[in-house]
């Protein structure tokens, strides 16, 4: 585990660095503050890019209530 990147504009060069085998992707908010460019580079480079949310979902069987927006508890 290689720990947080703190600003989604270094996630390229933190990336190049450590050569994760997985990203974990957990914004508050991702409008507008989600590093696409250098998520679709990790994906080519064949990193695995998952949400936070899912992630511990999968790793805890438990739903991440915090991360559901009242849009999506209505509509599922």
């Known amino acids: 585990m290689v720990g947080v990147v703190d600003n989604a ?29 250098a998520l679709l580079e990790a994906r080519a480079r064949g990193i695995m890019v998952e949400d936070a949310a899912e992630t511990y979902e999968r790793l805890t069987g438990k739903l991440a209530l915090e991360a559901l927006s009242p849009s999506s508890v209505i509509f599922s």
């Open 9 to 37: 504009k270094n996630l390229g060069r933190v990336v190049q660095a450590t050569r994760p085998d997985r990203i974990v992707v957990g914004l508050a908010e991702r409008r507008g503050r989600l590093p696409l460019y």
